[in-house]
Protein backbone atom coordinates (compact mmCIF):
# COMPACT_ATOMS: atom_id res chain seq x y z
CA UNK A 1 0.00 0.00 0.00
CA UNK A 2 0.97 3.92 -0.33
CA UNK A 3 3.04 5.24 2.46
CA UNK A 4 1.23 8.11 4.19
CA UNK A 5 3.37 10.09 6.54
CA UNK A 6 1.73 11.79 9.81
CA UNK A 7 3.01 13.83 12.44
CA UNK A 8 3.89 14.09 14.72
CA UNK A 9 4.53 10.67 16.03
CA UNK A 10 3.33 11.97 19.88
CA UNK A 11 2.00 14.81 21.71
CA UNK A 12 2.61 15.36 25.36
CA UNK A 13 0.31 18.50 26.29
CA UNK A 14 -2.09 20.37 28.89
CA UNK A 15 -6.00 19.81 29.50
CA UNK A 16 -7.48 22.83 27.45
CA UNK A 17 -4.77 23.42 24.95
CA UNK A 18 -5.74 22.81 21.14
CA UNK A 19 -3.95 20.31 18.88
CA UNK A 20 -2.83 19.64 15.31
CA UNK A 21 -1.75 16.64 13.81
CA UNK A 22 -1.37 16.07 9.86
CA UNK A 23 -0.63 13.46 7.00
CA UNK A 24 0.98 13.87 3.72
CA UNK A 25 1.45 11.35 0.94
CA UNK A 26 2.97 11.54 -2.00
CA UNK A 27 0.08 9.81 -3.66
CA UNK A 28 -3.57 11.56 -4.61
CA UNK A 29 -6.28 10.23 -2.43
CA UNK A 30 -9.66 10.57 -3.20
CA UNK A 31 -11.32 9.96 0.65
CA UNK A 32 -9.56 11.21 3.64
CA UNK A 33 -10.54 9.45 6.95
CA UNK A 34 -8.96 10.09 10.73
CA UNK A 35 -9.59 7.02 12.90
CA UNK A 36 -9.01 7.23 17.16
CA UNK A 37 -8.13 4.21 18.59
CA UNK A 38 -8.03 3.41 22.82
CA UNK A 39 -5.91 1.21 24.06
CA UNK A 40 -7.14 -2.50 23.24
CA UNK A 41 -9.93 -1.50 21.01
CA UNK A 42 -10.40 -1.17 17.65
CA UNK A 43 -10.17 2.29 16.00
CA UNK A 44 -13.21 4.41 15.77
CA UNK A 45 -14.26 6.47 12.93
CA UNK A 46 -14.11 10.35 14.03
CA UNK A 47 -14.47 12.17 10.45
CA UNK A 48 -14.86 11.29 6.86
CA UNK A 49 -13.44 13.80 4.11
CA UNK A 50 -14.30 13.18 0.78
CA UNK A 51 -13.87 16.46 -1.40
CA UNK A 52 -10.56 18.12 -2.04
CA UNK A 53 -10.85 21.40 0.31
CA UNK A 54 -13.43 19.73 2.56
CA UNK A 55 -13.82 21.16 5.85
CA UNK A 56 -15.59 19.31 8.30
CA UNK A 57 -15.69 19.44 11.86
CA UNK A 58 -17.80 16.79 14.67
CA UNK A 59 -17.89 18.75 17.81
CA UNK A 60 -14.54 19.99 18.98
CA UNK A 61 -12.61 17.86 16.35
CA UNK A 62 -12.22 19.94 12.94
CA UNK A 63 -10.55 18.15 9.53
CA UNK A 64 -9.65 19.09 6.36
CA UNK A 65 -8.84 17.77 3.21
CA UNK A 66 -6.50 19.73 1.27
CA UNK A 67 -6.49 21.37 -1.83
CA UNK A 68 -3.77 19.27 -3.60
CA UNK A 69 -5.88 16.07 -2.75
CA UNK A 70 -2.05 14.67 -0.77
CA UNK A 71 -2.88 15.79 2.85
CA UNK A 72 -4.93 16.07 5.78
CA UNK A 73 -5.49 17.97 9.07
CA UNK A 74 -6.89 16.89 12.20
CA UNK A 75 -7.48 20.19 14.66
CA UNK A 76 -8.52 19.31 18.38
CA UNK A 77 -9.75 22.21 20.44
CA UNK A 78 -9.60 22.92 23.78
CA UNK A 79 -8.60 19.08 24.88
CA UNK A 80 -9.52 17.15 27.69
CA UNK A 81 -8.75 14.19 29.45
CA UNK A 82 -10.87 11.66 28.05
CA UNK A 83 -9.16 12.96 24.25
CA UNK A 84 -6.29 10.99 25.08
CA UNK A 85 -5.37 7.87 22.17
CA UNK A 86 -3.82 7.28 19.42
CA UNK A 87 -4.97 8.90 16.18
CA UNK A 88 -4.88 7.53 12.91
CA UNK A 89 -5.13 9.31 9.46
CA UNK A 90 -6.05 7.13 6.41
CA UNK A 91 -6.35 7.57 2.81
CA UNK A 92 -7.84 5.80 -0.74
CA UNK A 93 -6.29 6.16 -3.50
CA UNK A 94 -8.03 6.56 -6.45
CA UNK A 95 -8.43 3.14 -7.88
CA UNK A 96 -8.17 0.93 -4.60
CA UNK A 97 -10.33 -0.61 -2.38
CA UNK A 98 -8.86 -0.86 1.19
CA UNK A 99 -7.58 2.06 3.05
CA UNK A 100 -3.83 2.99 3.70
CA UNK A 101 -2.48 3.92 7.37
CA UNK A 102 -0.69 6.45 8.79
CA UNK A 103 1.75 5.09 12.00
CA UNK A 104 -0.28 7.34 14.32
CA UNK A 105 0.11 10.13 16.42
CA UNK A 106 -0.08 9.85 19.91
CA UNK A 107 -1.77 11.82 22.10
CA UNK A 108 -1.77 12.38 25.89
CA UNK A 109 -3.63 14.96 27.92
CA UNK A 110 -2.18 16.18 31.39
CA UNK A 111 -5.46 17.51 33.64
CA UNK B 1 -28.07 -0.48 12.53
CA UNK B 2 -24.81 -2.04 11.44
CA UNK B 3 -22.75 -4.22 14.04
CA UNK B 4 -19.46 -5.70 13.52
CA UNK B 5 -18.60 -9.02 15.98
CA UNK B 6 -15.06 -10.43 16.36
CA UNK B 7 -14.06 -12.80 18.90
CA UNK B 8 -12.40 -14.08 20.41
CA UNK B 9 -10.92 -10.72 22.16
CA UNK B 10 -7.68 -12.37 23.26
CA UNK B 11 -5.93 -15.52 22.66
CA UNK B 12 -3.04 -17.18 23.53
CA UNK B 13 -1.64 -20.09 20.88
CA UNK B 14 1.94 -21.94 21.30
CA UNK B 15 4.19 -21.79 18.05
CA UNK B 16 3.07 -24.41 15.38
CA UNK B 17 -0.74 -24.51 16.19
CA UNK B 18 -3.84 -23.28 13.87
CA UNK B 19 -5.65 -20.17 14.17
CA UNK B 20 -9.28 -19.14 13.58
CA UNK B 21 -10.44 -15.94 14.07
CA UNK B 22 -13.89 -14.96 12.93
CA UNK B 23 -15.64 -11.64 12.07
CA UNK B 24 -19.10 -10.86 11.85
CA UNK B 25 -21.22 -8.11 10.39
CA UNK B 26 -25.04 -7.77 10.86
CA UNK B 27 -27.20 -4.80 9.69
CA UNK B 28 -26.07 -4.99 5.98
CA UNK B 29 -25.21 -6.93 2.82
CA UNK B 30 -22.45 -7.59 0.74
CA UNK B 31 -19.81 -5.06 2.91
CA UNK B 32 -16.31 -5.26 1.91
CA UNK B 33 -14.38 -6.91 4.39
CA UNK B 34 -10.68 -6.42 5.96
CA UNK B 35 -8.42 -8.22 7.90
CA UNK B 36 -5.36 -5.63 9.89
CA UNK B 37 -2.64 -6.19 11.84
CA UNK B 38 -1.38 -3.81 14.44
CA UNK B 39 1.93 -4.24 16.04
CA UNK B 40 2.93 -2.65 19.29
CA UNK B 41 -0.26 -0.52 19.34
CA UNK B 42 0.99 1.45 16.11
CA UNK B 43 0.38 0.84 12.47
CA UNK B 44 -2.27 -0.71 10.78
CA UNK B 45 -1.39 -3.14 8.18
CA UNK B 46 -3.57 -4.77 5.39
CA UNK B 47 -3.44 -8.67 5.58
CA UNK B 48 -6.64 -9.10 3.38
CA UNK B 49 -10.05 -7.77 2.20
CA UNK B 50 -12.67 -8.89 0.54
CA UNK B 51 -15.33 -7.68 -1.86
CA UNK B 52 -17.93 -10.40 -2.23
CA UNK B 53 -18.29 -14.11 -1.01
CA UNK B 54 -15.34 -16.18 -1.82
CA UNK B 55 -13.16 -13.32 -3.34
CA UNK B 56 -10.05 -12.57 -1.37
CA UNK B 57 -7.40 -9.99 -1.81
CA UNK B 58 -4.00 -10.46 -0.09
CA UNK B 59 -1.77 -7.84 0.74
CA UNK B 60 1.07 -9.43 2.23
CA UNK B 61 2.94 -12.36 1.93
CA UNK B 62 2.41 -14.68 5.36
CA UNK B 63 1.65 -17.47 6.99
CA UNK B 64 -1.84 -16.52 7.38
CA UNK B 65 -5.00 -17.17 4.92
CA UNK B 66 -8.75 -15.69 4.90
CA UNK B 67 -11.47 -17.16 3.44
CA UNK B 68 -15.29 -15.10 3.00
CA UNK B 69 -17.46 -18.47 3.22
CA UNK B 70 -21.07 -16.77 3.70
CA UNK B 71 -21.68 -12.66 2.78
CA UNK B 72 -21.22 -11.26 6.45
CA UNK B 73 -18.47 -13.59 7.42
CA UNK B 74 -14.41 -13.51 7.48
CA UNK B 75 -12.34 -15.50 8.97
CA UNK B 76 -8.30 -15.56 9.39
CA UNK B 77 -6.76 -18.79 9.32
CA UNK B 78 -3.61 -20.05 9.66
CA UNK B 79 -2.18 -23.68 9.58
CA UNK B 80 1.12 -23.48 11.82
CA UNK B 81 1.60 -20.33 14.19
CA UNK B 82 4.66 -18.32 14.10
CA UNK B 83 6.12 -16.14 17.47
CA UNK B 84 5.99 -13.55 14.86
CA UNK B 85 1.92 -13.82 14.25
CA UNK B 86 1.75 -12.03 17.15
CA UNK B 87 -0.01 -9.25 17.31
CA UNK B 88 -3.35 -7.05 17.28
CA UNK B 89 -5.78 -8.32 15.08
CA UNK B 90 -8.80 -6.38 13.51
CA UNK B 91 -11.66 -6.75 11.31
CA UNK B 92 -13.56 -3.78 9.53
CA UNK B 93 -16.15 -3.63 7.26
CA UNK B 94 -16.94 -0.89 4.36
CA UNK B 95 -19.09 -0.03 2.04
CA UNK B 96 -20.19 2.55 -0.82
CA UNK B 97 -18.79 5.30 0.97
CA UNK B 98 -14.91 4.13 1.11
CA UNK B 99 -15.17 4.66 5.50
CA UNK B 100 -14.08 1.33 7.20
CA UNK B 101 -15.83 0.74 10.91
CA UNK B 102 -13.86 -1.85 12.79
CA UNK B 103 -13.96 -4.60 15.28
CA UNK B 104 -13.10 -4.36 19.22
CA UNK B 105 -9.58 -6.88 17.89
CA UNK B 106 -8.02 -9.85 19.08
CA UNK B 107 -4.99 -9.47 21.03
CA UNK B 108 -3.10 -12.93 19.63
CA UNK B 109 -0.10 -14.03 21.57
CA UNK B 110 2.27 -16.71 20.19
CA UNK B 111 4.43 -18.49 22.85
Known amino acids: GQQLNQSPQSMFIQEGEDVSMNCTSSSIFNTWLWYKQDPGEGPVLLIA?????ELTSNGRLTAQFGITRKDSFLNISASIPSDVGIYFC???????????FGKGTSLLVTP | SQTIHQWPATLVQPVGSPLSLECTVEGTSNPNLYWYRQAAGRGLQLLFY??????ISSEVPQNLSASRPQDRQFILSSKKLLLSDSGFYLC??????????FGQGTRLTVV
Open chain 2, 92 to 101: AWGQGTNEAF
Open chain 1, 90 to 100: AGQLDSGYALN
Open chain 1, 49 to 53: LYKAG
Open chain 2, 50 to 55: SVGIGQ
